[in-house]
C-alpha cells in the first residue's frame, strides 16, 4: 500500500491562490491514476481533479474547471494542486486518492471572504 502525504493547505483570501503537493512513498505511482477530492463537514466527500498514469489527461469538477490545475512528476513520485481565484466556497479538507485505494490524510483549505 502506497501511502500518501499532502502539503500546502492553509488560510488564503478570496482571490487568491494555493498549491498544493502529494508526495507519495512506500512504491511508486507512476503507473496509478490520481486524483484530489474534498470535503466539507457534513457532506460527503467530493471530487475535484484527476490525472491519468500517462500525465495525458486530465479530469476536473465543474466547480473548478478553469481556475484548478492538476499535474504529477512521476520522478518526483508527486502529485499537484494550483489552485487559483479561490473562493470561501473551496474551503475544505483536501484529500489525495491514488488509484488502487490509497488515500492520504488530508489537508485544510480556508478561504476567507
Known amino acids: 500500500q502506497v501511502q500518501l502525504a499532502e502539503s500546502g493547505g492553509g488560510l488564503v483570501q478570496a482571490g487568491g491562490s494555493l498549491r498544493l503537493s502529494c508526495a507519495a512513498s512506500?512504491?511508486?505511482?507512476?503507473?496509478?491514476?490520481m486524483g484530489w477530492f474534498r470535503q466539507v463537514p457534513g457532506k460527503e466527500r467530493e471530487f475535484v481533479a484527476a490525472?491519468?498514469?500517462?500525465?495525458?489527461?486530465?479530469y476536473y469538477a465543474d466547480s473548478v474547471k478553469g481556475r484548478f490545475t492538476i499535474s504529477r512528476d512521476n520522478a518526483k513520485n508527486t502529485v499537484y494542486l494550483q489552485m487559483n481565484s479561490l473562493k470561501p466556497e473551496d474551503t475544505a479538507v483536501y484529500y489525495c486518492?491514488?488509484?488502487?485505494?490509497?488515500w492520504g490524510q488530508g489537508i485544510q483549505v480556508t478561504v476567507s471572504s
Open positions: 486518492y491514488a488509484s488502487g485505494g490509497s
Open positions: 512506500g512504491r511508486t505511482v507512476s503507473r496509478s491514476d
Open positions: 490525472i491519468n498514469w500517462r500525465n495525458t489527461n486530465t
